[in-house]
């Protein structure tokens, strides 16, 4: 039989495993053959997945969705803002 605390253990490390799984895809986006922007969008994306499951698993967050929601859409709220005031600069550079 199973203690409650043995499970848990188990389940921080599978949480673990896949954020270094997340970690290393994301170091070997940079020896893909693609272009500059798709692959900053993929670093974010695997970025934001990280960040959520440290959020949720290792903060003790579970309970507190809303405050879930507001530490994810925050940040990726000032990304958006950043890239919409770059893209003058980048559309129209000579």
Do not use: N, Q
Request: charged share 15%.
């Amino acid at each position: 039989m199973e203690s409650t605390a043995d499970s848990g253990d188990r389940k921080s490390v599978f949480i673990w495993v896949w954020l270094v799984a997340l970690l290393g895809s994301g170091t070997l986006v940079f020896s893909m053959p693609i272009d500059r922007i798709p692959a900053l969008l993929l670093i974010f994306g695997i970025a934001l997945v990280k960040a959520f499951l440290v959020v949720r698993d290792y903060m003790h967050l579970k309970t507190s969705a809303f405050l879930i929601y507001v530490i994810l859409l925050v940040p990726l709220t000032l990304v958006m803002g950043f890239a919409l005031v770059l893209i003058p600069d980048l559309v129209f550079r000579r």
